[in-house]
C-alpha cells in the first residue's frame, strides 16, 4: 500500500511539473529533436491526465483507508469483555440460599408453619395437659433461640460477602472505564447490575430471616399469655 507521505511527494512532483509546464517558453506545435518529435500541448494535457489519475488512486487509498479504520472500530465494538464475575455472584447467592434452607425446626414453609401453629402455638385449652403447656413453651422457647441464631448466620454471611462484592466493584468499574468498545462497556454494566441485584437479594434473605425470628418470638410470648391465662383459670376454678 502507498504511504501517505510517499503519495504527497508524488503529488507535489506532479503538481510542479503541471505549474512549470506553462512557463516553457513557446514551441512550434510539433518541434523535431533529435529525429524525435516533441508537442508541448500534448505533453501538458498527458500530464494533467496523470494528475487526476494519481488524485482518483490517492481518493481510493483513502476511502480503503477509512473503511478498514472502521471495520477495526467495529472489531472493537464486537469484543467482549475479558472479564467475568458471574461465578463470584453465584457463589454469593448459592452461600445466603443454602442458610435459608438449612432454617432451624420450623423452616420457610407454609406446611410446616401451618402445622407448628396448630399444635403447638393456638395456646392452652381445657383440655391440655399442664405437661403438654410446659413441653409446648420448651419447643417454643427452643425455636424463638434456632430462629434467631439462622439470623445471626444469615448477617454474618450477608457481611461476608461485603469484601467479595467490593473487590468485584472495583474490577468492573475498572473494566468499564478501559471498555473498548461499547459490547465491552455494556458488558460491564451488566455485571453490575448483576452484583447490584446479588445485594438486593442478601438484603432480602437478611429481612426474611429477622421477621421469622421477631414473629416466632411474638408468637412465644402470645402463647406465653395464653397459657398463663388458662393456668390463672384453673388455679380459680373457672372454666
Do not use: C, H
Not at 62 to 72: D, G, H, M, N, Y
Request: charged share 15%; aromatic share 6%.
Amino acid at each position: 500500500m502507498i504511504r501517505i507521505p510517499l503519495r504527497r511527494a508524488i503529488m507535489a512532483g506532479v503538481l510542479a511539473i503541471v505549474a512549470v509546464a506553462p512557463m516553457i517558453a513557446p514551441m512550434p506545435a510539433y518541434a523535431q529533436f533529435g529525429g524525435i518529435v516533441y508537442d508541448p500541448t500534448n505533453y501538458a494535457q498527458n500530464v494533467l491526465t496523470a494528475a487526476r489519475s494519481l488524485q482518483q488512486i490517492n481518493n481510493q487509498i483513502q476511502q480503503i483507508e477509512q473503511q478498514a479504520t472502521s471495520l477495526v472500530n467495529q472489531a472493537k465494538n464486537l469484543a467482549g469483555l475479558p472479564l467475568s464475575t458471574l461465578s463470584t455472584l453465584q457463589k454469593q447467592i448459592d452461600r445466603t440460599r443454602q442458610l435459608l434452607q438449612q432454617a432451624q425446626r420450623i423452616a420457610y414453609s407454609v406446611a410446616e408453619i401451618d402445622d407448628a401453629f396448630t399444635k403447638r402455638y393456638n395456646g392452652a385449652t381445657a383440655s391440655t395437659s399442664t405437661a403438654q403447656m410446659v413441653a409446648n413453651a420448651q419447643e417454643s422457647w427452643k425455636t424463638s433461640v434456632a430462629a434467631f441464631q439462622d439470623t445471626l448466620r444469615v448477617q454474618a454471611t450477608v457481611v461476608g460477602n461485603l469484601d467479595d462484592t467490593r473487590s468485584s466493584v472495583s474490577s468492573l468499574v475498572s473494566a468499564s472505564q478501559s471498555a473498548s468498545g461499547a459490547l465491552q462497556a455494556a458488558q460491564a454494566g451488566n455485571q453490575l447490575l448483576a452484583l447490584q441485584s446479588q445485594q438486593i437479594a442478601d438484603l432480602t434473605a437478611l429481612l426474611a430471616s429477622q421477621s421469622r425470628a421477631q414473629a416466632l418470638e411474638a408468637t412465644r410470648q402470645t402463647q406465653i399469655e395464653a397459657d398463663a391465662k388458662e393456668r390463672f383459670n384453673r388455679f380459680f376454678g373457672r372454666k
